[in-house]
């Protein structure tokens, strides 16, 4: 008798685990709640990225605790690659999204809308340096000012990497393209002979392109420069203890806003570098019935 009982709780166990797989590796279906066919799970990026802080709150503000929606933590290489098999099999899946980024170049997704305005409208990027960079190095300090470019800009050089290139390579092959846009950054600008200048970033994909781009043209200009990736908080605090001379990472007003509260007066704001990023949630375009981060209640 006891030896049925745990044959059948085997059984059983084995058809759980089963058909747990199953639904995990399901298409799409439109009839069922979209919940249940993903665990209620939105995959999402590092820890510290502003996005994430932001989905916390849009779970917290559409109250989707109430339906056990939870946030996964792991990393942009991890998430992209969660969704590109996604979206080979034509699987559910919700990804914290932003662009500029590749993903949306290279799949086919949508931002779901936010009718509460949990991840803000329209974002812009900004550059950050030290205190008495102006003064210090007036070249480097010139360039970072000047420096702006397009989602389009920045994602020839994103695209590159992706396929493979090395970022350094990619931000030069960049630089030889466009001599034009460079020659707005550098025109006039006095060249120096060697002198060390440390960029900080976050290893996201638009940074790295961004940062990259700038190193190298500083390069041209006789820089030597050395470009750090850290955490985001880290990186704040480097530029306002002066560790390290500027970043061109600060997405604002919202993405890393709580950060640029805390270290505002440590550090020097010069301005947007590029205009028109956005950050929200995703979901690839054949998720018909999926439009609104409201939807994933349904
Ligand atoms: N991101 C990309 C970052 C900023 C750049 C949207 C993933 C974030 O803090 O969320």
């Excluded at 946030?71 to 979206?87: D, F, G, R």
């Excluded at 960049?174 to 846009?181: E, G, L, R, T, V």
């Excluded at 054949?286 to 209640?297: F, P, Q």
Aim: with cysteine.
């Amino acid at each position: 008798m006891r030896k049925k009982l745990s044959i059948l709780a085997l059984l059983s166990a084995l058809f759980l685990i089963l058909s747990a797989c199953g639904t995990e590796l399901a298409e799409y279906d439109p009839d069922k709640p979209l919940g249940e066919q993903i665990n209620y799970t939105i995959t999402g990026i590092d820890a510290g990225a502003g996005i994430m802080l932001s989905t916390q709150n849009a779970i917290k503000d559409y109250k989707l605790d109430d339906y056990n929606w939870q946030l996964q933590t792991s990393s942009t290489a991890a998430m992209t690659s969660t969704l590109e098999k996604a979206i080979k099999d034509k699987r559910p899946i919700v990804v914290t999204g932003w662009t500029p980024h590749w993903m949306f170049t290279k799949f086919d997704l949508k931002f779901l809308k936010d009718p509460k305005n949990v991840y803000g409208d329209a974002e812009n990027i900004n550059t950050m340096v030290r205190k008495g960079l102006k003064k210090d190095m007036p070249s480097a300090y010139t360039v970072l000012d000047r420096f702006n470019w397009t989602a389009e800009e920045m994602s020839d050089v994103m695209l590159q990497v992706n396929n493979g290139e090395d970022p350094e390579k990619a931000a030069r092959k960049w630089i030889k393209d466009n001599p034009d846009k460079v020659k707005k950054w550098t025109d006039g600008v006095e060249k120096v002979h060697g002198d060390k200048i440390k960029l900080t970033y976050v290893a996201w994909d638009s940074e790295i392109a961004s940062t990259n781009v700038v190193a190298e043209v500083l390069r041209d200009l006789g820089y030597k420069p050395t470009i750090q990736a850290m955490e985001i908080q880290p990186m704040w605090a480097s530029i306002a203890t002066g560790a390290a001379d500027g970043m061109v990472a600060a997405w604002l007003p919202n993405t890393s806003g709580i950060y640029y509260k805390d270290y505002k007066k440590d550090v020097e704001n010069l301005g947007v570098n590029l205009k028109g990023a956005k950050v929200g949630l995703a979901v690839p375009t054949y998720m018909k019935n999926i439009n609104s981060i409201e939807d994933l209640k349904k």
